[in-house]
């Protein structure tokens, strides 16, 4: 192994992590060629266990065993000796991919996994939510965001409405700036149902349009009642506004009670309900938070996008109005926001 290569452990292996996977089989000599460096995975675990090699596994034989609806235990390198968490200190890599499914009761077992990495000193890059909405304040402290001079990296760019770079472009690109109000879609899933919807579909078939897409969390309450919203405006107001913010701070509604006349309305107006997460900056600089569907007028920024397109508006004292906005396809856009994560951290390094 030469100094350009990194060692991983990935935990997680849904949608995300196997698709992570695959673009480091299909991109890998263009991470050499561009970047420099290569990425050699020696962990990686699912909700059946831990495998683990310290010389590397075979990435393409566990995206086969997962893509053939086998799990993890059945690979030759299962660890059943190990939990995730100590296998992330066991392996004592360079960087934990974690991308296991939100849990916003205690964010287990993902909060104990990336504990383990960044007490250890590995770089920590998260698709999944629940460790940041539950323990962000934690989880800085141990990292560069918020620790010591030396310590190791979190980031999590694509636990933010993946590729779309709202976390990027709140703490780098308005760096210096104000925020008065940011307006965030970062739900792509309730951007599916609703269009559907407003074409004439039932909730259940639209439901089932975007569970076709990859896109729905595995519990489908947390996008269509609007929790999965809300847990990216509470990671948003913390890492973006730096205002302390749990899920109770917020005012949150789903999309269950939105009418097919509601529908049909606002499309006919030449606009479209969305699902909106809002941070409004008040006189003594506290922001208030929400996350509701909201009926956008033709003029809004956000009211043209279209087929699960997610983006957002900031509105900021300096540069005024900046928009974003991503289409993506199925979880790719989470997984290129973690290997652009990657890639960040490896710049610094």
């Keep these: 192994m030469n100094e350009h290569t990194h ?59 997962k893509r053939g609806g086998d799990r ?21 890599a360079e960087f934990l991919l974690e991308a296991t499914p939100t849990n916003l009761q205690d964010a287990q077992p993902g909060l104990d996994i990336v504990r383990a990495a960044l007490r250890g000193g590995s770089h920590a890059v998260l698709a999944s939510k629940g460790p ?61 149902i609703l269009e559907e919807m407003a074409t004439g579909m039932s909730f259940d078939q639209a439901l089932a349009a975007a569970q076709a897409q990859g896109i729905v969390e595995p519990d489908p309450a947390l996008d269509v009642d609007g929790w999965d919203a809300a847990n990216k405006l509470v990671i948003f107001a913390n890492a973006v506004l730096a205002q302390p913010t749990t899920l109770a701070d917020l005012h949150v509604a789903g999309i269950r009670d939105v009418s097919h006349e509601e529908l049909r ?15 409004d900056r008040q006189n003594d600089g ?44 199925g979880p790719m856009g989470s997984t290129q926001a973690m290997l652009r994560d990657v890639i960040e951290i490896v710049g610094r390094i």
């Excluded at 968490?85 to 004592?92: D, F, H, L, N, S």
Aim: glycine share 12%; charged share 20%.
């Design 265 to 279: 309305a606002a499309w006919g107006a030449g606009g479209r309900i969305s699902v909106l997460g809002v941070a």
């Design 132 to 192: 940041l909405v539950l323990a962000y304040a934690e989880l800085a402290g141990m990292s560069d965001l918020a620790g010591p001079h030396g310590a190791p990296a979190l980031r999590f760019s694509g636990a933010v409405g993946g590729a779309l770079p709202t976390i990027n472009v709140g703490r780098r690109d308005l760096a210096g700036a104000t925020i008065n109000r940011a307006e965030l879609i970062v739900n792509g899933t309730t951007q599916v």
């Design 72 to 92: 993890v235990s059945a690979l030759p390198q299962h660890r059943p000796d190990l939990s995730s968490a100590r296998m992330v200190e066991q392996a004592g």
């Design 286 to 329: 506290s922001y208030t938070l929400s996350v509701a569907p909201v009926a956008l007028g033709p003029d809004h920024p956000l009211a043209r996008l279209r087929k699960g397109e997610m983006g957002a508006v900031f509105y900021s004292d300096i540069i005024g109005r900046t928009t974003v906005a991503s289409l993506e396809d």
């Design 7 to 65: 060692r991983f452990v990935l935990t997680g292996l849904g949608n995300i992590g196997r698709t992570f996977l695959e673009i480091l089989i299909s991109r890998g000599d263009s991470l050499r060629r561009r970047y420099g460096f290569d990425l050699r995975c020696v962990g990686v675990s699912d909700s059946s266990g831990v495998a683990y090699d310290p010389d590397g596994l075979d990435i393409a034989a566990i995206v086969a065993l």
